[in-house]
């Protein structure tokens, strides 16, 4: 194959959801910008179908503090602290700048953006626009990414970013959907392709969350940390089978949904007695597991979340999205139960930036769900999407201040690059069936509980995988070849950070015997991290 | 699992002159969703098929396609055996994906105010049923004015009320909104009907934007004389012939027994245009044993006014024609005008039962007419099948007269919304589809229960077209003429 367009710009963004678009407005303020996005810009990634809200602190009631101390908490503080300052700090402005742009937030009588409780949380922190706030977000960021010049590429697929020969990230090879292949060529580049629980049987994920940010950063030589470190949703939908996964927003249980094994028991009086149903999503989540696990689960393998005690008026004006999706499934969820199971939601882990959103490569930023150290080792719900717009931004103004950039793009580099994608025309395996079986291994093996036998397993298994020579069917079907190999690294690099860490902590839990359990405030491990040429476990001094 | 089988529509401009349909058999999970289908024949059948998705969940609008002629998700509509897939109605890029950018450019982004507050809770509520929009375009796909105007499409106007209801937005609307096709709309609620998130853009963006022109005395002139004609008469139709109520007592009593009693309300065309159809409905009515009460002191239900935004004098209509079947003790009003009804039902708060004749004529059972030798056809008034819900009624009875009912696609006629009014050339664009369509079944006649519709209807086509009540009175007559002749 080859280059059949090159583009030049000062910011390239790779990622179209609320992290890259807050970036790409941000980055317009210095220079050109292009946004290169898998799908068309604003119907791909998940911030689209984030329903639950958006934390920041707004009232005086409330404290930059708290918020602090409860997502340090809730991570099992493996957060970055300087990150979470960075959080917290930043997440009222930026809800106002989407205010200022046009967002329709709830609100309360008293003319304030309205706020409801999340779990984990000490006060009602987290803004919403009924549940259907990320989409509400993507609108009003659509609204004001017209309003700059940024160029946007829609249905691109950027399959690995390009260095030039400082070692610089200088741009990205893409393919576009009839699979031809554009060179775009920047002086900075933006990271922003979100997560990719899609790698899992059972995922809230969009099509998009296949995790290439992380797999396509790792070959190009870029830090990752704590990829272990995976949020399994609570509440996702048990059925119909191919419905297993569909997000079932924390926010039911913020407006006063509880949980019910199939005794009719409230559970979570044995889990956690004081918060109940808003603990923090790693303690429902495995409570749940327990639950079916130890036999107590519904026909379909899940526990009731119910409702039905609500006003169906609250139901029906809070939670719209939901009400609709369960009664196109034939239940409705004023008057029956909705059936929930755990379901991979969100990677905590990711590059390892600063509070510039510099990754360990020059000239390459990331943000949100790629970018890893924000929410530790499990992330409160409403505080992915303050972080889209917090690191977003930040990605975007720092991306844009960079200066411009000289060196010389390694052409032998393209050239084999290219010649690897002719070979999927003599491959031998369907990406279909390997995605299959990928997902199963992961889920199977790598899941809420893991331990070391299983791992191992694991790991063999995406490697045999990864070595499997996927067939495309024509050009258009090379990308999907291409998304399936950065699956497989993706999973692969969540399997080996799991191998890392001998700690039960947030997400992580293994069920080896000789497996730590300690006040994750005194643990004495930090961050895991992984690159093409180290991998470890940090130590950490804790104070006695 | 189950094995279903799929026609899906496949096309590559590189290489097919046309689009053409090829058949799958796959295997699908309990539950699946055409989405699934598609997974499966992409999956295991044929890796090239070209389709959009994303979100899995109804929430990004990505995978809109249409399943026996229809727009829907792909990820939310159930897949059934045997349907027929296609992509919408729009510039078609590969199989089933479609060019959606110029539709999508057309889109207005707000233009907040560099000072603007937060909306207060009011304007956001007023906002928010306008806000649900996933820009699938299952409404653009089938909406008939796009078929025959310039009209950008019914969420590029659900779009303009949603900025013009922004105190933060700055942008001109009305304007805009005139410019995009405001006054195309024919109000059919089409789109309402394909919409994943029941966005109602007729009722809700469409009438309230010409509300909004209406203010700044942009209503077309055409609109502005019905206005006036009501405000003057009462009515919206001007006398050239004896009215109906002028011919007819306050109560009409049955020819047997009472089995039941309505009010009737007439509606302008039906006084004023076309009276005799309204007087064949008091001899079916008599017929069938239902006693009809007439308040002479009714006017018009004000529809040819809010669906034009012409609302400012809408309140004292609604209170007079309340009044006016409340002091008689009135329970249930009938209504033979399916844009009447639909008003009465969706803009009015009525202290009695509103129904369609077609469904009072159901409730009490019909004596059976004579079989007419002819094969009919039933035209879908919007106003009764979307406005009112009502589809099954009006085929029963018309299958009990006529010797053969064929089908023919539910599509807008053109008559409604102002359009044949205001914007004439549109709506004898779409009447000329309906004729084409009624030629299309063979029909003899083509039977409706508007007279909006029948009026429209009959200067677009050579084919007879009557009310259902009045095929039903000849059905009557027929079998009267039989009995005596038997008796002879």
Redesign the interface.
Known sequence: MLVNEIVDAHVLVIGSGGAGVRAAIEASRYGSVILASKTIVGKGGCTTMAEGGFNAVLRDQDSIEAHREDTLSGGAYLNDPALVDVLVREAPERLRDLVRWGAVFDVTDDQMVAQRPFGGQRFPRTCYAGDRTGHEIMMTLLDRLDATNTQLYNEVTVIDLVKDEDGAVAGAIALDREGEVILFRSDATVLATGGGTQIYDISTNSAAGTGDGFAMAYRAGAELIDMEMVQFHPTGAVYPYDARGRLVTEAVRGEGGILLNARREQFMKRYDPDRMELSTRDVVARAIATEVLEGRGTKHGGVYLDVTHLPAEQIETRLPVMLEQFLAFGVDIRREPMEVAPTAHHIMGGLRITPECRTTIPRLFACGEVAGGVHGANRLGGNALADTQVFGKRAGEFAGKSQERSGRIDEAWIETELKMLDDFFDGAISPAAVRKDLKLTMWNQAGIFRNSPDLATALTNVRRLADRRLFAASTANIPECCTVRNMCTTASLIIRCAQLRPENRGAHVRLDADTATWDPAKSPFGHTYISLVREGIERREVAA | MREITLRVSRYDPAEDAEPYFEEYTVR??????VL?ALHAV???R???L?Y???????????CAVQVDGTPVLAC?EEARDGMTIEPLDLPV??DL?VD??PVMAKIA??C?APD??????EE?EA??PL??C??CFCCVSTCPALLVTEFAGPTVLRQEMRLAL?P??TGDRISDAIEKGLFYCTTCKRCVEVCP?EIDVPGKAIEKLRELANRRGLTLPRHQEVARLVQETGRSVARTQPTFLEQVPEVIEPEGPVRGEVGFFVGCMFNGRVPQTALDAMEVMKRNGIRVIIPHDQVCCGSPLIRTGQTSFIDDLKQKNIEAFTSQGIETVMTICAGCGATLKNDYETPFVVKDVTEILTEYGIEPPAKLDVTATYHDPCHLLRGQGIREEPRALLARVVGEFVEMPAQCCGAGGGVRSGVPEEAKALGAMRDEAVKATGADVVVTVCPFCEFHIADCTDVPVKNLVTVLLEGYRKKDAEQKGGSA
Do not use: F
């Open positions: 699908v999970n309990e539950g699946a969703r699934h992409h999956d295991e044929d890796p090239t070209a959009r998705y994303c979100c899995g969940s109804g929430q990004c609008g990505s939310m890029l590969k994906m959606i950018g982004r707000i907040p603007a507050g937060l909306p207060t809770r956001i906002i928010k806000r649900d996933i820009e922004d933060r937005d998130k």
